[in-house]
T-cell receptor, first 110, second 114 residues
Framework: EDQVTQSPEALRLQEGESSSLNCSYT??????LFWYRQDPGKGPEFLFT???AGEEKEKERLKATLTKKESFLHITAPKPEDSATYLC???????????FGKGTKLTVNP | DAGVIQSPRHEVTEMGQEVTLRCKPI?????LFWYRQTMMRGLELLIY????????DSGMPEDRFSAKMPNASFSTLKIQPSEPRDSAVYFC????????????FGPGTRLTVL
C-alpha cells in the first residue's frame, strides 16, 4: 500500500529564515510526486510534479527535490505570504489516484 | 477558465437527512475525483471517474455514500442517511489524463452533520 509521511507537522519561521519540509514515501512504481499548497478554507493549489530521482523544480522561493525515498520542499528567505499547509502526494503504478500526506503547516512571522 | 466549481460551499444538516454535493469539472478534463478531508485522516480519495465511468470506488466509506457522473460537466456525491461522523470538507478535483496528469481542486464543500 502506498504511503506518504510528512514532517514536521508544523513549522514556525521568521521572515527570511530558510528551511526545508520533508516528504517520505513508499510506493509501487512511482509515476509522480506532487506538491500542493493549501490556504485555510480553500482547495489545494498545485505547485510541482517530480517524476524521477534527482529531478528538481523551482518556483519563486520554493524548490522541490526528489530522491528514491523522499522529497524535500526547500523554502528560501520565506515571506509571511508563504504561510500555508504544504501537502505532498504520490501516484503509483496502475492508477490515477493520489495518496496524500497529512501536510506541514508553515507559519512565517514578519 | 473558471476552474473546478463546487456547490454548496457550506452545508449544515441534521443526522439522517440526505445530502447532495455537486461538482463541475474544468472543461475538457476527462478525470474527476472526489476527496474528503478531516483533521484526523487528512485528504482521502473516495472515488474517481474517467470519461464519466467510475473507475475506483474503494475509498467510499460505506453504502450510505454514492457518486454519479451523468455527463462530462457534472458530478454528484450523495450521502443518505447522513451521520455526524460524515462531517468534513469534501473536495472535487479534475484532470486531463496522460503522463503529465495534474489534478486541480475545487474550493470544497464544508459539511456539518448535527
Amino acid at each position: 500500500e502506498d504511503q506518504v509521511t510528512q514532517s514536521p507537522e508544523a513549522l514556525r519561521l521568521q521572515e527570511g529564515e530558510s528551511s526545508s519540509l520533508n516528504c517520505s514515501y513508499t510506493v509501487s512504481g512511482l509515476r509522480g510526486l506532487f506538491w500542493y499548497r493549501q490556504d485555510p478554507g480553500k482547495g489545494p493549489e498545485f505547485l510541482f510534479t517530480l517524476y524521477s530521482a534527482g529531478e528538481e523544480k523551482e518556483k519563486e522561493r520554493l524548490k522541490a527535490t526528489l530522491t528514491k525515498k523522499e522529497s524535500f520542499l526547500h523554502i528560501t528567505a520565506p515571506k509571511p505570504e508563504d504561510s500555508a499547509t504544504y501537502l505532498c502526494a504520490v501516484r503509483g503504478g496502475g492508477s490515477e489516484k493520489l495518496v496524500f500526506g497529512k501536510g506541514t503547516k508553515l507559519t512565517v512571522n514578519p | 477558465d473558471a476552474g473546478v466549481i463546487q456547490s454548496p460551499r457550506h452545508e449544515v444538516t441534521e443526522m439522517g437527512q440526505e445530502v447532495t454535493l455537486r461538482c463541475k469539472p474544468i472543461s475538457g478534463h476527462d478525470y474527476l475525483f472526489w476527496y474528503r478531508q478531516t483533521m484526523m485522516r487528512g485528504l482521502e480519495l473516495l472515488i474517481y471517474f474517467n470519461n464519466n465511468v467510475p473507475i475506483d470506488d474503494s475509498g467510499m466509506p460505506e453504502d450510505r455514500f454514492s457518486a454519479k457522473m451523468p455527463n462530462a460537466s457534472f458530478s454528484t456525491l450523495k450521502i443518505q442517511p447522513s451521520e455526524p461522523r460524515d462531517s468534513a470538507v469534501y473536495f472535487c478535483a479534475s484532470s486531463f489524463g496522460g503522463a503529465l496528469n495534474t489534478q486541480y481542486f475545487g474550493p470544497g464543500t464544508r459539511l456539518t452533520v448535527l
